[in-house]
């Protein structure tokens, strides 16, 4: 079969898309192309691994210089972040509740309250300590800058901003500080959108998108999410080198597909039992090449080999 070139009309971005393959297919390679080309767009990058400011031309955005603070704003979806997140249990969730609606502020403001609450119970008392120390690597030296700002004015720049914004949360070492500030950006990219709502139509990369949108745990904010903020213009673009470990809504909930190549027989599994491929089709994607694909979109009856230019 003759690869093709892909076209994917820019207003489809809006209904999101998604671009799946083994490690080295090509995702990455195939997502720079199309966020370069989308120009319509306000475009934003989370960029996972610190690799699209040598990919595409954009202004490369340092989290740090863009703390995120989590106690001022959407309250109960701050809450549920944590709960997805970083884990807090009920209990946990709801004495920081109710520090929360005495007042809001600043990590360490919210802390120093936590340390003199007054327990009710010994199941407070257990709670409020495993509280505190679930929090506690939010104001780690290394990392307060990142959670106790007064709030970035990354939203602002989203409308300013007419190049790509490449947020670099590479330079998050600690994995799990990483999703926990890439979590609350998109959240509060999502809810800015469905609130206020931004001057353009904006794309927002996802790269290692099980890590948000995972099978076994997703992060409920953005998950739930996904079908209403195209309906006030963000469309996504996921990117994951694991189908079988992503939530099924994930890939439902994506209009167009681009499939690099395939290796594990339970990713193919997924693939094939989600976007029902003509037997022809899934036999070659366990053997394209780097840079070829399967497209599956609106513009096309059938799944289309291609090949990113
Ligand atoms: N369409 C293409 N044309 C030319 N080179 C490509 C193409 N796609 C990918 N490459 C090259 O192949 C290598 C791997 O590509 P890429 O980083 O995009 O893979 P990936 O699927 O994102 O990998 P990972 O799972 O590790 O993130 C890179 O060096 C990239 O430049
Ligand atoms: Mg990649």
Redesign the pocket.
Known sequence: MVPRKAVIPSKQLLQHTIIL?????????????IVERAGEYSRIVVDW?G?YSDLIDGVEINPYDYPINPFIRDLPETIEVLIDAIGLTHPQAYILEKILTQSSGSIDSIMARLEVFSDESAWMRESRLSLIRKLSPLVREKYRGLFNGVDNDLLGLIDKVRKPLIVNVSVIRDPFIRKLYTVLLLKNIFMHGINEGFKRKVLVVI?EAQNLLGRDNPVGVISRMLAEIRKFGIGLIL?S?SPSSLLEDAMKNTNTKII?TLKSSLDLEIINKILYLPPSIQKIIPYMD??EAILQSKTYKKPVVI???
């Open positions: 393959g083994a490690t080295g297919s090509g995702k990455t390679f195939t997502c720079s192309r691994h690799e790269e990117v080198q690099h780097v840079g090949r990113v230019i």
